[in-house]
């Protein structure tokens, strides 16, 4: 489980941080701002568990900007701490300075379940906790799309779902207060194979695209008001659908099909990774049993499961989340 955020020790400067992960998104495309602006915008899936944790420690006295990072490779946070470094000390009028950074966790890289973004928004804390600072969501938000370019909403920790724009780092709508309950079976796409979402292709949206995910983002909301499951699963197929346009899974066709035989809500992928998920309605009878029927059809397709899981806490939770290894 992730840690939970503590204060710095006054005077050690030293920092921890934490942030969680997504399982890909339900809603992705264009929409419009209240100004009528078109923005790229996202909903993701929430899953509890796997997350980054960082360690910071100030280095006063080193050049601004030189942040050490273990591992070597998470470029992205170290951008993401010297960023959060020159924020801090203007706020509290101590000198820039360099520091140590160092990054661990449990979430797979490269599948869309927001692996960097988690990595950033850990450091970024991690940074202000060293300064005995605690950011906004929205100053941390900046600070993430600064670093990578574009940001998932897990600096949001409310819990409410949002359409999210993420190269601008704002919230586009509050859909309300929770999403449906969902039984989610895990499965990766494309073999598992980590994506570099910088590869690839990036296509325009046309009129006829705009009003179509504005659609999906109106039947989103109806279905967030009403705790309408197999609305939300509708939507959630139709913009993994739309997203096949640029990543192609050969598999897309045989996971849908297989929802359609369990009887599920709909499927849903990362649009910027493999990872996808089958949606159930909890309350829907026998999901026991289309969960199971679920697991074994993916396995007779060649499509590896990963995690079973609930996006809701009750006391039965434990008798419907499992995990498969892949």
């Known amino acids: ?151 998932d909403p897990l600096m949001l920790d409310d819990g409410r779902p949002v359409l999210f724009a993420q190269r601008e780092g704002r919230v586009l709508e509050v859909l309300g207060p929770v999403l449906p309950p969902l039984v989610v079976v895990g499965c ?21 695209d705009v009003r179509a995910y504005e659609r999906l983002r109106t039947r989103l909301r109806r279905a967030v008001a009403t705790g309408d499951a197999t609305l939300l699963g509708a939507v959630a197929t139709a913009s993994a659908r739309r997203g096949q346009r640029v990543l192609g899974h050969p598999e897309f066709d045989a996971l849908t099909a297989v929802a359609r035989r369990t009887g599920a809500a709909g499927v849903q992928i990362a649009h910027s990774g493999t990872v996808a998920g089958v949606l159930f309605d909890p309350a829907a009878p026998g999901v026991r049993y289309r969960v199971r029927s679920c697991l074994h059809a993916l396995d007779e397709h060649g499509i590896p499961t990963t995690r079973t899981f609930t996006t809701f806490t009750t006391s039965t939770t434990s008798t419907t989340s499992t995990t498969r290894n892949s």
């Open 1 to 151: 489980m992730i840690p939970v955020l503590r204060p710095a020790a006054a005077g050690t400067g030293f920092g921890t941080g934490c942030a969680p992960c997504h399982h890909g998104e339900i809603l992705q495309g264009v929409f419009l701002d209240h100004d009528g602006r078109r923005c790229a915008g996202l909903v993701t899936l929430p899953m509890a568990g796997p997350g980054t944790r960082a360690e910071f420690t100030r280095r006063p006295g080193t050049p601004p900007g030189t942040v050490t990072v273990v591992p070597a490779d998470r470029t992205k946070a170290a951008r993401a701490a010297a960023l959060a470094i020159a924020a801090c000390a203007e706020r509290t009028g101590l000198p820039p300075c360099g520091g140590e950074l160092r990054l661990s966790g449990d979430i797979p890289v490269g599948l869309g379940m927001g692996s960097s973004t988690s990595d950033v928004i850990a450091a970024v804390r991690a940074v202000a906790d060293a300064y005995r600072l605690r950011m906004a969501p929205g100053t941390v938000a900046r600070l993430a799309v600064r670093a990578e370019r574009a940001s």
């Open 188 to 208: 990766a796409l494309g073999g598992g194979a980590p994506v570099d979402t910088l590869s690839l292709p990036v296509s325009e949206a046309g009129e006829d």
